[in-house]
């Protein structure tokens, strides 16, 4: 029998997607219309599994549901990892967002009945350090980019942000970034999406990644709807 090694991830994780802002999903009820289509992405800034060491690489999820995810609903999804990691880093990747090393990443596994696989690619990320735009690429196929939430009444250099939402894809007790976008497309594991398809600026969320063996919280967050 396999044993689990002492594992831990941090770093950023943000989606976007075809809900109206603001994501219902986010606030654990159905989604926009009732379906959901889009893309999450992390990125690991410092991680280990076991003495395996996990620091920069990059994962990109393209997926789609109907109904509410956090009521029974089963998600579809393809996963796309970072090309630069060799094979015992790709194992353990594997391992934590395929569910089987446990933590908070299990439980958000346990969501989708479709699993449509894994490719290896190059993958691209960024977030400005003040939140003002998070955006992340697998160059030639699928690309998003959003920008902070913004209007009237925000104070200078704050951001549009939920504390504790019920419905976080990376877990409890996270902060959520609001944000909106309109350039977002991608192609890939039998999904196609585009932001001219979208009915108003996708919602968008960036949120702080912190996983562990035991549990999985966020520290940076960011979520966008609609593309």
């Not at 942000?161 to 419905?167: A, L, R």
Request: charged fraction near 20%; glycine fraction near 12%; hydrophobic fraction near 40%.
């Amino acid at each position: 029998m396999n044993t689990i090694p002492t594992w831990r991830l941090a770093g950023d994780w943000f989606d976007i997607c075809s809900c109206n802002i603001p994501c219902p999903c986010e606030f654990a009820q159905a989604p926009t219309n009732n379906t959901c289509l889009g893309m999450l992405v992390w990125h690991v800034r410092e991680g280990h599994f076991g003495d395996v060491r996990l620091d920069g690489f990059n994962l990109l999820a393209i997926g789609g549901f109907e109904g509410n995810i956090w009521a029974g609903a089963k998600t579809r999804l393809g996963l796309f990892i970072d090309e630069r990691a060799d094979e015992r880093q790709r194992q353990a990747l594997q391992s934590i967002f395929g569910g089987q090393a446990g933590g908070w990443p299990a439980g958000f596994f346990a969501t989708i009945g479709d699993f449509r696989g894994v490719e290896f690619v190059p993958i691209s990320f960024e977030i400005a350090d003040d939140l003002a735009y998070w955006q992340a690429e697998v160059p030639g196929r699928i690309k998003g980019r959003a920008e902070a939430l913004t209007g009237p009444t925000p104070p200078p250099g704050k951001r549009v942000q939920t504390i504790n939402p019920p419905g976080s894809e990376v877990g409890p007790g996270q902060i959520a970034t609001w944000g909106r976008s309109d350039d977002a497309e991608g192609e890939g594991f039998g999904f196609r999406f585009t932001a001219m398809s979208s009915r108003t600026p996708s919602g968008f969320i960036a949120c702080p990644l912190s996983c562990v063996r035991e549990r999985a919280p966020l520290r940076r967050q960011a979520h966008d709807s609609v593309l």
